[in-house]
């Protein structure tokens, strides 16, 4: 769960920690699935998902999976984004299948700019510093583990367990696994549903556990270039038009416009969950947003908390600028990137359409590509949130399990435009700040690596039956 989650939702219960990390045989096991594929670099620029894929084939292989079992794909032009597909057969003809979804490839990193280097796994007092110990290497991991586990003892599971890792879900002009499998492969990812990075936990002040989180729907993230442009001239006799204004002033309506407020289900019973547990002030704010979206004093208090602000709306923010050819001359182009997360159920040209309206006749806005499909929440369905519920309570007694939709973007949108609903399951706790994933020195404590890979895997076989 990337996006911060307010500490005021629930008072919470702790659980206790978990043993020290890699206490358990099985854990030395996975950890050295999990250290190799840290280490192996998968970043766009430099890295191989391909590689990656490769040695998850060859440990799956191993454990006793049969090549036809195992399929590692690509494309030519982007032979280094690879990725791949692995099936444990059901017993069951007609149980449909379930799908473990998580992405191969990282953020860039640039070592002059860690403290440590980002890939090499490093142990330093509760954490593991490492490029993608926690995005989404973490879930990639425990679900090729969970497959070879249940390979090794035997396990017969009433419903086929997929696995697909996939690379380009950090970039957007990568080639994405994900979509092409979509596209082109459906039958061979095809699923009732599948699981997915997007839910998770977070970490109070206090080092304990505060909630969990179960993502059922996604915003969609969509990119926009607004451009002015002018003849130019000597910078020595302005006029008044002037690119680079007018593209500030276009930006600066963007920067004072709020997207209504709307409510999905899934957002309807997060912030109805949210209030039980909040001080009076906000409690009573949300409480009046959900009776009337237009409460512009209830929506002042409420969207103080950038996490709420962003889950009640669309939102848009000037990302990139780009301006002028020189120093003494009068711009002749000005540029921006707007990058906006769409509420589920909006649309990219509703969204460009209103974009355009507040830029205003001398700034021209038009959406980039590639352009992705609007997120299709999934249901909040019972067959979903019970056994994440059940498995949870064993694992994190006492803890809060919330329903959020994410204000970042994943890849279930390519799986859900096709038909295959996506829940981003719990597991995994972060720190208030993020822990660094997209940033610097990202890291996880290894309590959270350990005890998630527990509950994920307990997770899978009460879905597989």
């Not at 919470?12 to 045989?25: E, G, V, W």
């Not at 997060?270 to 009046?288: D, H, N, V, Y």
Request: with cysteine; net charge neutral.
């Amino acid at each position: 769960m990337r996006a911060r989650t307010t500490a005021t939702i629930l008072g919470l219960a702790a659980i206790a920690s978990a043993a020290s990390a890699q206490d358990r045989p099985d854990q030395k096991r996975y950890f050295g699935l999990y250290k190799q594929l840290v280490e192996t670099n998968t970043t766009l620029s430099t890295g191989s998902c391909t590689q990656a894929a490769a040695q998850i084939g060859a440990r799956l292989t191993a454990a006793g999976y049969a090549d036809s079992d195992v399929t590692l794909f690509s494309v030519p032009e982007r032979a280094k984004e690879g990725g791949i597909v692995a099936v444990l057969k059901g017993s069951d003809a007609k149980a449909k299948p379930m799908l473990l979804l998580g992405h191969l490839d990282v953020v860039e990193a640039k070592r002059a700019d860690w403290v440590r280097d980002p890939f090499t796994l490093i142990e330093e007092g509760d954490y593991y510093y490492a490029r993608g110990t926690v995005d989404d290497k973490a879930m990639a991991s425990v679900w090729a583990d969970t497959l070879i586990r249940l390979k090794q003892e035997g396990y017969k599971p009433k419903r086929t367990i997929k696995l697909a890792l996939t690379c380009g879900e950090e970039t957007t002009f990568a080639f994405n696994g994900a979509e092409w499998l979509a596209k082109n492969k459906r039958d061979l990812i095809d699923a009732e549903f599948a699981l997915n990075e997007g839910g998770g936990g977070r970490y109070g002040p206090d080092g304990k556990p505060q909630l969990l989180a179960l993502q059922v729907g996604e915003k969609a993230a969509q990119n926009y270039t607004f451009e002015a442009t002018n003849k130019g001239g000597h910078s020595s006799q302005p006029v008044p038009t002037n690119a680079i204004y007018e593209l500030s002033d276009a930006l600066k309506a963007v920067q004072g416009y709020e997207f209504p407020i709307k409510f999905s289900d899934t957002t309807r019973a997060f912030f109805g969950m949210a209030a039980l547990g909040s001080p009076p002030p906000l409690r009573a704010a949300i409480t009046k947003l959900l009776a009337d979206p237009s409460d512009a004093a209830a929506d002042t208090i409420v969207s103080a908390d950038k996490m709420m602000h962003s889950t009640l709306r669309t939102t848009c923010v000037a990302t990139i600028v780009n301006a002028g050819h020189a120093e003494n001359a009068l711009p002749q182009r000005a540029t921006a990137n707007v990058n906006c997360r769409i509420f589920p159920g909006e649309t990219v040209q509703g969204t460009l359409a209103k974009l355009q309206e507040l830029a205003g006749a001398k700034v021209k806005v038009s959406a980039n590509a590639p352009i992705r499909p609007t997120a299709i929440p999934p249901a909040l369905d019972p067959k979903i949130t019970g056994p994440v519920k059940a498995v949870a309570a064993k694992h994190y007694p006492g803890l809060p399990l919330l329903p959020l939709m994410s204000t970042g973007a994943t890849d279930g949108v390519f799986l859900e435009a096709v038909g295959i609903p996506v829940y981003g399951v719990p597991g995994f706790f972060t720190d208030a700040d993020g822990n660094g994933t997209h940033g610097l020195n990202e890291r996880i404590r290894k309590d959270s690596l350990y005890q998630g890979r527990d509950y994920l895997f307990d997770l899978v076989k009460a879905f597989a039956g």
